[in-house]
Each structure stands twice: as C-alpha cells, then as structure tokens.
C-alpha cells in the first residue's frame, strides 16, 4: 500500500506558502507471507541412491512437531535464531528421498513501513526549484529475518528435544535465520531542479 498526502498547512499562495507549505507526506506499507522451503537432507548427498548428482537428492525424515516450542532459541554462532524445532528431523532412511516433502516450512512472514517527506521550494516563477526530501526505511526499526538455513547435516533426532549439544558446538545452523533485512535508515536529499 502506497501513498501520498498533501499537508493542509498555508495552502493559500503568498509568502508562509512559500516557506512553510507546500508539504507532502508519502509512505509505503508493505506486507510479505512466508515464502515455502524444503528441509533438505544434507548429511549423505546421495541418499536416495538414484546418483544423479543434481540438487540435495533427499529430504529429512518428520519424526516429531517443527512447530513444537523451542527451549532455547539462540543458537551460539548463528545469525539469527533458530525458527523451527531441529529435534523433529532425522537423517532419511537409507535408500529412500526422506517423508518431508517440498517445501514443508515457511520462511517468516515480514511487514515494513518506508516514509518520506517532501518539500518542493519554487525559484525565478517555477522555472527553477530546490526539492528537499527527508526519507525514512524500517522507520519502526523491527527485526525481519530473512531465509532459514533449511539443510540438515548433523541431526538432533527426537532423544533430544533441545538438538544435539555436539551439533551445536560444532556451529551448526540448522533451522536458523540466515540473515535479516536492512535496520532503521534515514536519509537527506536536496535536488536542484533547473
């Protein structure tokens, strides 16, 4: 959702006009739904043993809840925290593409608020003018996490509801935010326009 609004303050020409009216305020909210992943097996490459060599060749096998809660979500070394519950995946069995399926999980879903506000100043009867711009991106600043490490290749299984201490010394991510989209920005701009 886009818009832009023209502030109601010294609408009427003359001098105030001039200097303080003139004003607009736009904005753009966005929203954005999770986009599906799959959580791909990635401790044997080839476990299927088909021995194409193309993609991750399986999927994790499901053994409890991805949506169960997470004991500690904070996984030393990882960007981001862990989304999912790594303990409901286990390695496929052996010769098999693992009972996942295609994208399974959802990546979060994000929301953001981008303004800005301008003011266009009029030089030598509108021939001439000094556009001023203040813009704001993530203007409430929140946290939008972006991918989840979605490759499995040291398993927690289900013994360990909180995942495998040895995964996790190991930096292991999986299950993880990968990374997050841009913090807080703001910006100034004055454009001669002539």
């Known amino acids: 959702m886009s818009y832009v609004y023209d502030l109601p303050f010294f609408s009427k020409s003359g001098i105030l006009h001039s200097l303080f009216g003139g004003w ?11 986009t599906p992943f799959s959580v791909a097996n990635g401790a044997y490459g080839d476990n299927a043993g088909v021995g ?11 053994v409890g809840n991805p949506y169960a809660p997470i004991s ?18 286990v390695e496929p069995t052996g010769l098999t593409f693992g009972d996942t399926g295609r994208d399974a999980l959802t990546n979060p879903s994000r929301w953001n608020l981008d303004t800005g506000i301008f003011k266009h100043f009029a030089i030598n009867n509108e021939r001439q003018a000094i556009e001023f711009r203040g813009e704001a991106f993530n203007v409430f600043n929140h946290t939008q996490w972006s991918g989840v490490n979605a490759t ?4 927690a299984g289900p013994a360990n509801s909180a995942g495998d201490p040895s995964c996790i010394a190991s930096g ?14 703001l910006q100034l701009g004055l454009k001669l326009i002539f």
């Not at 292991?172 to 920005?185: E, Q, S």
Request: charged content about 5%.
């Open 24 to 34: 607009q305020w736009s904005g753009l909210f966005t929203y954005q739904s999770g």
């Open 52 to 62: 194409n060599g193309v993609g991750t060749g399986s999927y994790a096998d499901v």
């Open 152 to 155: 499995a290749s040291c398993y």
């Open 172 to 185: 292991n991510t999986f299950l993880t935010a990968t990374g997050a989209h841009n913090p807080r920005i």
């Open 72 to 89: 500690n979500a904070n996984v030393p070394g990882a960007p981001g925290p862990l989304l999912y519950n790594p303990a409901a995946f």
